[in-house]
């Protein structure tokens, strides 16, 4: 049995393009009204499921309550995919996370000793700021408010950076 193409030809890596029509990572030009479009309906028909369907389940026998998780909001619903980064110390992830933003961003420390203390999310935004993560998780326009479970120790090590990047209008880091 033979190999399909895709396999014996190995990864493709594409080199950054910097041409104004074009994804940067992906080299696939920016989503257009009608995917935007059908993006929000897709997105629309799932929260009337959940709040029709689901939503009433969750509240009947206290889905909350068992097992220590908040009911969805339009605002997990509406937020963009989120990617984690895990692993030991000095192998590499922020300098992966560089790579992708081509660029620094605020509160990032590197050195061949653990450097990282804390939870960081990157988060597009219009100025480069630090923001402490009990201000994150009580933002009623981002997908955090999960997090207050955990305490007051863990928010401490939580913390946002917000910065403006072409990455980080489609994904949160």
């Known amino acids: 049995m033979s190999q399909p193409d895709w396999i014996s030809e190995g990864p493709k890596i594409r080199p950054k393009q910097s041409s104004g029509?074009?994804?940067?990572?992906?080299?696939?030009?920016?989503?257009?009204?009608?995917?935007?479009?059908r993006t929000a309906m897709i997105s629309a028909r799932l929260k009337s499921i959940y709040r029709r369907a689901v939503l009433p389940v969750?509240?009947?026998?206290?889905?909350?309550?068992?097992?220590?998780?908040?009911?969805?909001?339009?605002?997990?619903?509406?937020?963009?995919?989120?990617?984690?980064?895990?692993?030991?110390?000095?192998?590499?992830?922020?300098?992966?996370?560089?790579?992708?933003?081509?660029?620094?961003?605020?509160?990032?420390?590197i050195g061949p000793e653990p450097t990282t203390d804390r939870f960081t999310v990157l988060i597009n935004g219009p100025d480069e700021r630090t923001i402490p993560g009990n201000a994150l998780s009580v933002h009623p326009d981002l997908p955090f408010r999960g997090l207050e479970r955990f305490g007051v120790s863990f928010l401490s090590r939580f913390e946002g950076s917000q910065l403006p990047s072409s990455v980080l209008r489609s994904i949160t880091l």
């Open 21 to 37: 029509n074009m994804d940067v990572l992906s080299g696939i030009p920016p989503a257009t009204d009608e995917s935007a479009d």
């Open 58 to 109: 969750e509240k009947r026998y206290r889905y909350d309550y068992f097992f220590e998780s908040p009911l969805l909001t339009d605002v997990e619903f509406d937020a963009k995919p989120q990617v984690l980064l895990v692993g030991q110390y000095s192998v590499g992830k922020t300098s992966f996370i560089r790579y992708l933003l081509s660029r620094d961003f605020p509160g990032q420390r």
